[in-house]
């Protein structure tokens, strides 16, 4: 009798121990926050952004590379999914090209790149910091991706029109962008050409300097001949020439040599004619090189030098009002440095 009892405390006290480590158990998974970047839970399997609710589909370009394309409109049109981003899939590793304009949106494209392949986002390099390229970037950031951008990032960084534009985009694009979505700022700016290879596939990063924004950049997959180039190069418009110009000229006509296979811009398909999208940009630099060169050796201001120039064979391009006296500051002022 007494053994008897002995057994039955025991297998009470058992099963005690045996419903508190359940119980316990339950309550750590089913509470563990959100914000617990160590939980291995299946809460992390919840997304803390708000479900966009448009279409995005993986564009395939290249054996490796692909890309989404946002349809055309104003900022806000299309739950703000208006710009492009591409993705190249290695055997080591995922590179993006740019992050497109919510955490939602970016976090979407995850999901399609993981329908895809499950192996780590390594870099996301960033052709130019502004809005509907950049705020997807917390996202990646999350998935331990090192963010590369250009030199000048910073000009709009640290400006006012950067936080005023996060406000209004917190109130425009709610619940999509929000009181959580903040600027990444890069862990690595470039001032200069980079190569390096990922899973055996080779990319160049090309630095452009002041073009469409205050720093720009392009990434070229070399084994696939896939060019991403933000919003300096659209197919059959005015591009943006940027201020680093003599090498942005020898990079165009080492692409034509290559024979690029697709052109992919910033917003809108990619380019039909990628060749020819390439060689209106390089023809077009060389020409404005020539003229602004010779003001500079006639020692001519650039009003002076700018009236001077028949701009007829292009005047009538998408983009010239916009783009046109700009990209020949910018180049007059390159090739005063150039002189000195």
Request: charged content about 25%.
């Given at each position: ?287 404005m090189r020539e003229k602004m060169g010779e003001a500079i050796e006639e020692m001519l201001d650039f009003d002076e030098a700018y009236k001077n120039v028949d701009w007829s064979k292009y005047e009538k391009l998408p983009a010239f009002e916009a783009a046109n006296r700009r990209n020949a ?12």
């Amino acid at each position: 009798m007494k053994l008897k009892n002995s057994r039955s405390v025991f297998t009470l006290f058992a099963a005690m121990v045996i419903s508190s480590v359940v119980i316990g158990s339950y309550f750590t998974t089913k509470f563990i926050p959100l914000s617990d970047a160590n939980a291995k839970t299946s809460v992390t399997e919840v997304s803390k952004y708000a479900e966009v609710d448009i279409e995005m589909e993986l564009v395939k370009v290249g054996e490796h590379s692909w890309y989404v394309q946002g349809q055309a409109g104003i900022a806000t049109d299309n739950a703000g999914f208006i710009s492009n981003a591409g993705v190249i899939i290695t055997d080591a590793g995922v590179v993006i090209f740019d992050a497109l304009g919510t955490p939602s949106l970016a976090d979407k494209l995850l999901k399609k790149i993981r329908e895809k392949t499950d192996k780590p986002i390594v870099k996301v390099i960033v052709s130019h910091y502004h809005a509907d390229h950049i705020y997807g970037l917390q996202v990646f950031k999350e998935q331990g991706a090192e963010i590369i951008a250009p030199i000048g990032v910073y000009e709009y960084i640290d400006s006012e029109v950067s936080s005023s534009r996060l406000e209004e985009r917190q109130f425009s694009l709610e619940p999509w962008v929000n009181e959580n979505t903040f600027i990444v700022k890069p862990d690595t700016v470039l001032d200069a050409t980079q190569k390096f290879t990922l899973g055996k596939v080779n990319f160049t990063i090309d630095v452009i300097g002041k073009a469409h924004s205050d720093g720009d950049l392009t990434l070229f997959v070399e084994n696939d001949r896939v060019l991403y180039t933000g919003d300096i190069i659209f197919e059959g418009r005015v591009p943006f020439a940027g201020s680093n110009t003599k090498l942005w000229l020898e990079t165009l006509q080492n692409m034509e040599i290559q024979q690029v296979k697709a052109l992919v811009p910033g917003h809108g398909p990619a380019a039909e004619n990628p060749q020819q999208a390439i060689t209106l940009t390089r023809e077009y630099l060389a020409f404005m090189r020539e003229k602004m060169g010779e003001a500079i050796e006639e020692m001519l201001d650039f009003d002076e030098a700018y009236k001077n120039v028949d701009w007829s064979k292009y005047e009538k391009l998408p983009a010239f009002e916009a783009a046109n006296r700009r990209n020949a500051f910018q180049v007059y002022l390159s090739l005063e440095e150039e002189s000195m």
